[in-house]
DNA sequence: GCACAAATTAGACAAAGTCCAATTATTGAA
DNA sequence: TTCAATAATTGGACTTTGTCTAATTTGTGC
């Protein structure tokens, strides 16, 4: 993962790197996706972002995680037909999720290898290939 | 795949040997998803099961499906985060995932195998493990 | 300051899915 | 059969996630 410090200045070198417009909002939804917690949903964003003092409405939350996926500064994460999740790591690397409790983990794809994968169609490229671990707790009422 | 043959008696036993008691709205929406096409989304069943007549509501195809999966008889895939489509075959198996069209294949687990999964936390157990491989035409607009 | 473009916004809208109270179907005992 | 008890189905209201739009605000350069 590239390695990212949190303040206002890296940030914005970061946004216009990719060739993004630092607006204020831009800058306080990276500085969530980018601080401590990763995994999270748009609705989490927004209330993150809006904790202090509202000042980000829930269209520019959306707009700005769309735009920050095309421009490959973050990636979406598929586990819960609820939501989606936002990753700002985009390193190829998987998630286990926690089936229980909706907590999404990384798996680093350095010591992970997959083999067997069929070859496409012609005319057809990979995009990427996910891995999911589902888990749960071992008994589902005792420990 | 269990081999079932898709006629009314031998959907009615499969349900029954699932504990399932089979209600001809029940038989319906088995027959579609135990007929040729696989990996339908709810929407799409609801279509067809009332393309000839109207006999089925939109809250009975989504209170069947759940049981359907609680039972284990069908499972979701989640690959595209507008709907969940879901999957008669409940064999481990991986999917590709045109992202273009929305198409979903199926991946034999027979050849395919992952190595270096990192171990779970104590008292957690797998449920699954999803591989899900997005491909897409090369070239974005020739062929 | 002024003009122009880009970004943000509130709120309407859409789609997937759940919930509920009322109805209808199934079951099985008499 | 008939009947009562139980289980399943239903329309439609509701919730949630996400998109869209037209109006406003902000930012930038002159
Ligand atoms: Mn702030
Ligand atoms: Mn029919
Ligand atoms: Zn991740
Ligand atoms: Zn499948």
Do not use: W
């Amino acid at each position: 993962m590239e390695a990212i410090s949190y303040n206002r200045p890296s940030l914005t070198a970061l946004l216009r790197r990719h060739g993004i417009a630092p607006t204020h909002q831009r800058l306080e939804i990276a500085q969530v996706l980018f601080g401590r917690c990763h995994h999270l949903s748009a609705d989490q964003i927004l209330a993150r972002v809006n904790e202090q003092h509202a000042e980000t409405s829930k269209a520019t939350v959306y707009n700005t995680l769309n735009l920050f996926c095309d421009r490959g500064l973050i990636r979406e994460v598929i586990v819960d037909p609820k939501r989606v999740f936002y990753d700002p790591n985009t390193d190829p690397h998987h998630h286990l999720y926690n089936v229980d409790t909706g907590e999404i983990t990384d798996i680093h794809a350095g010591a992970l290898s997959v083999s067997g994968l069929p070859e496409l169609p012609p005319g057809m490229v990979t995009e990427g290939v996910d891995i999911i671990v589902r888990m749960r707790a071992s008994s589902p009422s005792v420990g």
